[in-house]
């Protein structure tokens, strides 16, 4: 089946503007996760969801950072008044933890550039 | 808080050598244990993973034994190919459901 998708694959932005990145998780995966890649680091965790519950939003960076997801689909990650600090990929992952699986998902990523 | 700490690349191979990654962990509890692999232009896919101490992970020729007593989580490969370039993360999840990643090590792999 389909896996999971970002869009857009590339955003390019001046400093000090809003974007949205967006996520559709598998279908059926009742978790999601954003985390974020700087150029030649690891993955940082950002935000997850799981079903109903409160988010853990323990990994935003600061509060221009937020997402939001619609009950177990789509998510959009939003970062106002961008910084050129926030030039990364940002992924997203979901998987089914109702099964208790641990395997996360990883979409292909969105390619944002601050200038 | 939880760490994974692995060996610096890039690490550059012949074809049929042998491949050792090193990984490390630092993480409260008993923590699962995960090697991810990004192939060129491709996403982030699961290579293998080990939930609890001594089990062995392996997937298309690559293994991992979860050591407990070392915190080790090291990858091999008795003989790669040049179509293991990618660049290879090791990861840990531990309490809570996110994922703890190393800094990433890129393979090169010379016909």
């Known amino acids: 089946g389909a896996g999971v998708s970002q869009s857009p694959s590339n955003k390019v932005t001046e400093k000090g503007k809003d974007v949205e990145l967006r996520c559709d998780p598998i279908s059926g995966h009742t978790a999601l996760y954003w985390y974020r890649q700087r150029l030649g680091q690891g993955l940082e965790f950002l935000i997850y969801f799981q079903g109903n519950s409160a988010p853990d939003k323990s990994g935003l960076p600061s509060d221009r950072f937020s997402a939001e997801r619609t009950g177990e689909s789509v998510s959009t990650l939003t970062i106002q008044r961008t910084q050129q600090e926030d030039s990364a990929v940002y992924l997203c992952?979901?998987?089914?933890?109702?099964?208790?699986?641990?395997?996360?998902?990883f979409g292909p990523g969105t390619r944002l550039t601050v200038l | 808080g939880d760490s994974v700490t692995q060996m610096e690349g890039p690490v550059t191979l012949s074809e049929e050598a042998f491949l050792t990654i090193n990984c490390t962990y630092t993480a409260t509890g008993y923590p699962s244990l995960f090697w991810y692999v990004q192939y060129p232009g491709e996403g982030l896919q699961l290579l293998l993973k080990a939930t609890k101490a001594d089990d062995k992970g392996s997937n298309k020729g690559f293994e991992a034994t979860y050591r407990k007593e070392t915190t080790s989580f090291h990858l091999e490969k008795g003989s790669v190919q040049v179509s293991d370039s990618a660049v290879y993360f090791c990861a840990l999840k531990s309490s809570g459901d996110k994922l703890t990643f190393g800094t990433g090590t890129r393979l090169a792999v010379r016909p």
């Open positions: 992952a979901s998987s089914y933890q109702l099964a208790g699986g641990d395997t996360q998902y």
